[in-house]
């Protein structure tokens, strides 16, 4: 099973990374970059693999530029709370 058919498998996938980015030294600035040109990837050749995941992309798709970096950044902040409870 993909990481990206379970929304908790998926949360806890992007968690793993986000610790390992940060351990390594990388700036938010730099992962949130990386999140919004994921996000990016995602939304255009990834097909939904649950309900999440096609609210995110549908909300993606309607997103200015910087609308796009904010859902970025709150995908970081809810993998990071998740990560610390």
């Known amino acids: 099973m993909s990481v990206l058919e379970n929304w908790d498998?998926?949360?806890?996938?992007?968690?793993?990374r986000l610790n390992y980015a940060q351990d390594k030294g990388m700036s938010q600035d730099t992962i949130t970059d990386l999140a919004t040109e994921i996000?990016?990837?995602l939304a255009n050749e990834v097909e939904s693999k649950n309900e999440q995941e096609k609210?995110?992309?549908d909300l993606w798709s309607v997103a200015?530029?910087?609308e796009q970096h904010a859902i970025a950044?709150?995908?970081?902040?809810?993998?990071e709370n998740n990560s610390t409870h």
């Open 64 to 66: 200015s530029k910087d």
């Open 73 to 79: 950044n709150m995908m970081v902040k809810l993998v």
């Open 39 to 41: 996000g990016s990837y």
């Open 55 to 57: 609210v995110l992309a």
């Open 9 to 16: 498998s998926w949360k806890n996938f992007l968690g793993d």
